[in-house]
């Protein structure tokens, strides 16, 4: 019981220097797995898109994708991962609640992955859970080890509030840095928003503030960006959600019109993974300025030629030279649906081959 007791203490403090000292965060695993005689202890995340292993030594990315190749989250397949979607904050959940020795030694996740982290008894510590995302303590047992007893799942349901305390404190931390980068940005000249990849702003700079209140253009809904335009807040959302979740190698931009016949350019970008925003959600930089290059009239065009939205969207992008893969990337369709759509502006345009779309709607620039 002393030896519990100072592990405890050593536990909690570790804990409490953890938010501005990350190498601690690794000493308040280790000593939890001590205390609760596990092999090893991590601090994971999940949402419905992404896994992260927030703390976890030892695990690479390599083993990311082995977890994610085998269905670590899909409830179906991780029975752990559905238990924790049932639970509530401050539970401690066993295998034992929910699988069988029998059913344990046909596991694909137990065989094929536990194993190599000495995990034949896995136990969880629901932190927080919200829908489908989930943040949780986990910790492995050797098959020795017969899994969490009940002392030691009595210490983790202790330790719980102060891993979430401290896990919360990171995240504003990591939210406060977030803001005074977007504000060290902007002294370059561009409006910068950082967004989740579901479009919640995390972060704005001054400029970017000053933007959203006026929200003429661009505006927030409901702690999300918003745009005027319908088309181009779809294009916007697949622009984020690909750049939040690295999906996006190279940067990618969206243009809005205002309306005095300008436009603003959006270019989102991924926000690298690193110590500074290890327990934040996936985040994408949003950079907004105005776009000084003649623009196509649109009105002009569709009032001549009868083209769609969408037809105009992709002449406006053949002016700029882009090819059929990257009109559909930035469009998020297949590259079919815009040759198709190519097609039909050939129809109605007159001309004859693709080359010459740019160079008729060019008469219809405006500068």
Known sequence: MQMDARGYLETRE??????????????????????????????????PTRFNPMVAPGVGEADVMDFLAIGGMDPATNHGLAAM???????????SEYLSDHDRRRDPLYNEFFAKYDGHFVSSGVLFREGGRLRNLNLFHHRRQQGLGPNESGLMARLLPHFAKAVDLSIQLEGRAASLSTNAIEQAGPATILCQADGKIVAAGRKAEAMLSRGDVVGARDGRLRLSCREAQAELDMRIAAAARRFAPESGSVMVQRPCDRRIRIACVPVPEGDHNRFLEPLALLMIRDDDRPMLDRRAVGRT????????????????????????????????TVNSQIKSILSKTGCSKRSEIPNLMRMYLSL
Request: charged share 20%; hydrophobic share 50%; proline share 3%.
């Open 85 to 95: 979607l049932r639970a509530d904050a401050g539970h401690v959940v066993t295998d």
């Open 305 to 336: 030629f009868a083209l769609t939205e969408a037809e105009t969207s992709i002449a406006e992008l053949l002016i700029e030279g882009a090819s059929s893969s990257r009109i559909a990337e930035v469009r998020g369709v297949s590259v079919e």
């Open 14 to 47: 570790a804990l409490i220097q953890a938010p501005f000292e990350p190498a601690r965060w690794a000493d308040a695993l280790t000593s939890l797995a001590s205390l609760c005689h596990a092999t090893s202890a991590q601090l994971l995340s999940f949402g």
